[in-house]
Structure formats: C-alpha cells, structure tokens
C-alpha cells in the first residue's frame, strides 16, 4: 500500500499541466530517434520556475543510445559514460525556446537510479520534482514513473544514513543535498541544496515518510513532528563507507563527462554563441565548418570575440 501511495503521489506530479510549447520541444526531441525514444523528461529551474526563457533541460530515454542520429563514437561514449548531452533552438507557436537535453537508454536510466548506483547524479536529480511531458505508449510512462519512484527510494534511503539521528523531514532532505552537492562538480553555491528544500517544502515533507515506508525503513513520528529511523550504529557506519566511496568518485566521473562533452555535446557551437548572446547583447555568426567542428573552431572563435571587445 505505501508503494502505491509513493507512486501516486508521483505519477500525479510527472504528469502535470505544462505550457503546450514545452510538450511540442520535447515531441521534436522524442522524433530524433525514429520510434526508439521511450519518455522524455522536463526537469530543472524552468519547471520549477514556469519559465520558457534561458535554456530548458530534458531527458530522452532511448531503447538503444545509438538510436540517436550522430557519429559511432558518441554512441560507444554515451554506452560507456552517459548520458550524452546536446543543445536544440526552436520556434514553437512564434516562440523561440532554446533547451538543453540529455541522452540515455531506458536500461541504463533504471540502473542509474537503484541504491548500487556508484554515480549519485541520477537519483539525485530526479528525487526533485519533474515531468514526464512525452511517452511512446501507456506502458513506456509507468516504467518512467516507476524509474522516478526508485529514484526517490534510493534517494530517501540515504537521506536517512546521512542525515541527523532525529529531525523534521526537511533535515533529512537538506543533509542528503548537501552531500550529493559536495561529492559533484557544481557552480552553485553550496547552500543551493537548502534552497531547493525550502522552495518545495511541503513536497518533501510528504515525500520522506512514503519513501521511507517503501525502502522499508522503520521510523518513528514523535509528537513534536520529528522522524526517528531505527537505524543501528554499525548500519551507518557501513552507509558511510559506502558514501565515502561514492564522494571519492564523483567529482572524477563529472570530469569524465566534461571531457567527453568536448566531443560529443551535439549543438555545442550554437549554445556558445546563445551564450555570448545573452552576456554581450550580440550574436556572432558561425559556418557549417564551424559548427561541425567546435574544437577545432574554438581558438579562431576566441580571437574574433576578443577583436570584437566581446570577451574580457
């Protein structure tokens, strides 16, 4: 029973009312792939904000990652590290939207968010709120639900290792983001976890205890609203260790996948000069040659924005 009610609660949440330029971005995403895109997923600042300006960020779960148009060797990377990301402009309804979206198989997507997981990013990611704004079928949508739920699991299962011996639901939520933060290359700054508790407060709090029932994980409620998980001192020890390996590893995966965007981030030549565009007021022009080969284009693109006093 308290599965279903964690999967309510979340079936209910991905499947909220979006702005219909959103859902037409995401079936533009979904037809890339000739029939093999399962489900793509809004996330981020803009669903959490209602917002269609700056840059929106998807998810495209594939049957197959080389479903994808593009070279081999993106492929054979995005099998070995994913996900891959790209960067798409659009004009939907006269509107132009400019996303970002990452690219992962279905299979690749559950095992990302199961407690094993060694890379924390996907359960970390998809415990905050999303949208499932495009599936292929009923059945492609309950297994992206499904994949949600476990995320908010794995993720509840370490808030309760990380987290102080008692406290209120948010204690747990704001510890596990201050961990996952930290063990992640990040810009933000690191009170950014805080802020994504406190926007969602009521979320979170309903979230903890349903999630905690489903991992079974014995709590206690005390009067003072606190949860108390029945955890044994030897039981977090060991979740630290396992932590440990986890912070050890993060930050080296996230450079792994900076590195591997160098040359495979599908768009990359647009989204550099989208964002010029946005800092300076003017927009650069870029040939085929350019944007077919962003790394080799990057130093003569550096000079010419510097001649153009538009980098300092």
């Known amino acids: 029973m308290s599965e279903e009610l964690l999967r309510d609660l979340l079936a209910e949440e991905l499947q909220r009312e979006l702005p ?5 971005l995401a079936v533009q995403l979904a037809q890339r792939a000739n029939g093999e895109a399962a489900a793509v997923l809004f996330y981020g600042s803009n669903l959490r904000d209602a917002r269609l300006d700056g840059v929106l960020d998807f998810y495209v779960l594939l049957d197959r990652v080389s479903a994808w148009p ?12 994913p996900p ?3 960067y798409i402009e659009a004009t939907v309804d006269g509107q132009a939207l400019r996303a970002k979206y990452a690219l992962i198989s279905v ?16 359960w970390a990611r998809f415990s ?5 704004v495009w599936a292929r079928s009923d059945a492609d949508r309950e297994a992206t639900t499904d994949a949600v739920r476990q995320a908010v699991i794995t993720a509840s299962g370490w808030a309760a290792d990380l987290g102080p011996a008692r406290g209120d639901a948010l204690a747990y939520w704001r510890a596990l983001f201050a961990n996952t933060y930290a063990a992640e290359l990040r810009v933000e700054r ?3 976890g805080d802020d994504l508790v406190a926007r969602d407060a009521e979320r979170y709090a309903t979230l903890l205890p349903k999630a905690w029932r489903s991992a079974g994980i014995a709590f206690e409620s005390t009067v003072e609203g606190q949860l108390v998980p029945q955890l044994s001192a030897s039981s977090r020890a060991a979740a630290e260790r396992r932590w440990a390996v986890r912070r050890r590893l993060g930050k080296p995966l996230n450079m792994l ?13 647009d989204y550099a000069l989208w964002k010029v565009e946005r800092h300076s007021g ?31």
């Open 282 to 312: 003017v927009r650069p022009e870029a040939t085929a040659w350019q944007r077919r080969h962003p790394l080799l284009a990057a130093p003569g693109l550096y000079r010419r924005l510097r001649k153009l006093n538009l980098l300092r």
């Open 257 to 269: 996948r900076l590195l591997k965007a160098a040359f495979t981030f599908d768009g990359a030549m």
């Open 107 to 122: 299979a690749q997507f559950h095992r990302g968010v199961l407690p094993a997981a060694i890379d924390t990013t996907l």
């Open 84 to 86: 891959n990301v790209g």
């Open 20 to 24: 219909p330029a959103v859902t037409a």
């Open 128 to 132: 905050q709120p999303s949208c499932c």
């Open 190 to 192: 690191s009170a950014r």
């Open 70 to 81: 593009g070279p081999r060797l993106a492929a054979l990377a995005n099998w070995l590290l």
